[in-house]
């Protein structure tokens, strides 16, 4: 077993993290971290449990720590969940130690030699671990993409093989995706806010990356365009996008590349069966019926029509966030990186 932290073990992403590393066949969680707020308590009185699943109850004597690399010693990584303001310093300090970190943070993720992975589309990229560890770094940072790239990252890995420059995309996003504290009821009930901050730019620039070519030295960016319009929607978990994508009169091939498309990762943990799966029904994806799909790892699909447009959801702080780190992790240690 492979002894694993948590950074910001309370927050919207945190406790997605502690659920489903709790069980986790080659993870075991010793230790949790977050505020000086919550610091010396037990994890069952720190974190005001606020999944839909029951509170894991292994865990909820372990006490939570403050967030630096000295309450880190004992694992070998760390996932953090951290504000990206905070994530920064510990996160380096961590590398430098010798501890893999996978971040969901922003901090890092457009260095160029840090990787910006999801796992299905650009595994590849992990290569650059071994540029972090050449310049003298024992362990390692590898960052998972902002949550609404990722849906459209896993919905654009089938596309790959047709020509396409362009790509428009409206998103509807879910309000856990702001955190616990981040939206009042009181500005998002009965209501729809038309600006998540850095929201669009993260969208625009991550994609590029993620699709784009390692050569082993850089990354050179995917050649079309993203253009993005990100909402804010009264939904708990799951980020919903309409997608415009220059593919000409090819509705038919487009659906079958949904339909058909399978990644080439081996069997691990977290993968779902299916990490893109094509809803052949006039109202789908809905956010409620479909974002636990794959264990909230599958990013669903539908309504696939000429232009190309297509529709797109998943669950923001599992196949978005949590997940897609402990996915990342799986590829890493398969990968002999750990
Ligand atoms: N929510 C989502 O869908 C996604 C979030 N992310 C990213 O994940 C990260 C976490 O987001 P989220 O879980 O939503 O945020 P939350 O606000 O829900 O949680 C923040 C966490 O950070 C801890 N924290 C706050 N201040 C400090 C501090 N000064 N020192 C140490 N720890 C601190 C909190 O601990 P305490 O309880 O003690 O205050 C809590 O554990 C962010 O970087 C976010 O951008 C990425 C993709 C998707
Ligand atoms: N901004 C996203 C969640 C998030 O925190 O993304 P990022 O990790 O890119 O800051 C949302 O509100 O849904």
Same mark, same amino acid.
């Given at each position: ?20 590393? &709790?069980?986790?066949? /080659? ?6 971290? &977050? ?22 109850? @292994?865990?909820? @004597? ?5 967030? #630096? ?8 990584? %760390?996932?953090?969940?951290?504000? &990206?303001?905070?994530?920064?310093? %510990? ?17 890092? =993720?457009?260095?160029? @030699? ?14 650059? $671990? ?5 310049? *003298? ?5 590898? #960052?998972?993409?902002? !949550? ?5 990252? !896993? ?15 409206? #998103? ?9 504290? *981040? ?15 850095? +929201? +669009? ?16 030295? +850089? ?10 319009? !990100? /909402? ?12 415009? $994508? ?12 949904? =339909? #058909? ?11 779902? +069966?299916?990490?893109? @799966? ?9 956010? =409620? ?17 000429? *232009? ?20 990342? &992790?799986?590829?890493? !240690?398969? =990968?002999?990186?750990?």
């Amino acid at each position: 077993m492979i002894s694993v932290g948590v950074l910001g073990a309370t927050g919207a992403v945190g406790q997605r993290f502690v659920q489903l590393l &709790a069980g986790h066949p /080659n993870f075991e969680l010793s230790v949790l971290t &977050a505020s000086k707020r919550s610091a010396g308590k037990k994890y069952r009185d720190a974190a005001s449990w606020r999944l839909e699943v029951p509170f894991p109850e @292994d865990v909820g @004597d372990i006490i939570v720590s403050d967030t #630096t690399v000295e309450s880190l010693k004992k694992v070998d990584l %760390v996932f953090s969940a951290l504000p &990206a303001d905070l994530a920064g310093e %510990v996160e380096m300090q961590c590398a430098k130690a010798g501890i893999g970190v996978c971040s969901n943070a922003s901090t890092y =993720r457009m260095e160029p @030699d840090v990787p910006l992975v999801v796992p299905e589309v650009n595994a590849d990229h992990l290569g650059m $671990i071994d540029l972090q560890r050449d310049k *003298g770094t024992d362990g390692f940072i590898v #960052t998972n993409p902002n !949550c609404s790239t990722i849906m459209l990252t !896993c919905s654009l890995a089938p596309l790959r093989t047709f020509s396409f420059s362009d790509i428009k995309v409206a #998103t509807m996003q879910a309000i856990s995706g702001a955190g616990f504290e *981040g939206i009042p009821g009181m500005a998002i009930f009965d209501n729809l806010i038309p600006y998540i901050g850095n +929201e +669009e730019e993260k969208m625009e620039r991550e994609t590029l990356k993620i699709m784009g070519t390692f050569d082993g030295a +850089e990354v050179q960016n995917a050649p079309f365009s993203v253009s993005a319009c !990100c /909402n804010r929607v009264p939904v708990i978990d799951g980020h919903s996008m309409s997608v415009w $994508i220059d593919i000409k009169d090819q509705v038919e091939k487009v659906e079958k590349a949904f =339909r #058909t498309w399978k990644s080439t990762l081996p069997d691990l943990p977290t993968l779902p +069966e299916k990490s893109v @799966d094509y809803i052949d029904l006039p109202d789908r994806p809905q956010p =409620r019926l479909d974002r636990m799909k794959g264990k909230g790892m599958t990013v669903s699909i539908g309504r696939v029509r000429p *232009g190309i447009r297509y529709q797109a959801m998943g669950h923001n702080t599992i196949r978005g966030a949590a997940g897609a780190s402990i996915l990342n &992790a799986e590829v890493i !240690c398969d =990968r002999d990186y750990l």
